[in-house]
């Protein structure tokens, strides 16, 4: 996901990017590791199973509490660190930040959802973490083009992330883009296909530009 966003750096955007897999700690959680979808099926801070149902660890070799504690300080709290401290630095620039969450999932998981998820599932906590100015002008980019299917606020409304930080009446919008990995990859080998991704990374780009409107 970070070499198909790599272009926003030309954009002038700032890019954090995790240096560890989500197994280790899931950044888009919060430390108390409750659900952002209660009721329905979902992986943890640090997460003992797969998407595909099958587990992480062996059987009695999962994180203790104490463990999970220590990727928190280790892992989890430098990284919103450095987000909230970006955060600040760019709206003390500008005045206005918006904060792009780009994630991506397999298209199919019946671990999650039925059937098969949209192209580009766009997620704004319900219309909470953005003004409602940027959420329509990244519908009507969605609703231009041929290429995705797509949906706002479906099965993916956006993680900790954004609903943590998003906070437009003071500034800061905040947005999360689910891609489906056959937008840009081959879903089995996890290959990247640069002429696929060629064409979701124009969709992507003209959704950056509609941020800075």
């Known amino acids: 996901i970070a070499r198909l966003y790599a272009f926003a750096r030309d954009l002038g955007a700032s890019m954090i990017v995790p240096t560890h897999s989500r197994y280790v ?24 199973v797969r998407f595909s149902e099958e587990p992480v660890y062996l059987e009695g070799q999962e994180p203790t509490p104490d463990e999970i504690a220590e990727r928190v300080e280790l892992y989890w709290r430098p990284y919103h660190q450095a987000l909230r401290a970006e955060l600040e630095r760019l709206r003390g620039l500008h005045g206005r930040v918006v904060l792009w969450e780009g994630h991506s999932i397999r298209g199919e998981l019946p671990f999650l959802f039925e059937g098969r998820l949209p192209d580009m599932n766009l997620g704004t ?8 100015a940027l959420q329509q002008r990244l519908e009507s980019v969605l609703a231009g083009q041929d290429d995705y299917d797509f949906v706002v606020n479906g099965r993916f409304k956006g993680g900790h992330i954004t609903r943590y930080y998003g906070d437009p009446a003071n500034g800061i919008d905040a947005v999360q883009m689910e891609t489906s990995q056959r937008a840009y990859m081959d879903e089995r080998s996890f290959k990247y296909l640069p002429e696929k991704a060629e064409v979701a990374q124009d969709l992507l780009r003209r959704l950056l530009q509609a941020t800075l409107v």
């Open 25 to 48: 700690v899931d950044l888009n959680r919060s430390e108390d590791d409750v659900s952002l979808y209660p009721g329905q099926n979902t992986t943890g801070l640090c997460p003992v």
């Open 125 to 132: 906590a319900g219309g909470a973490s953005c003004s409602p």
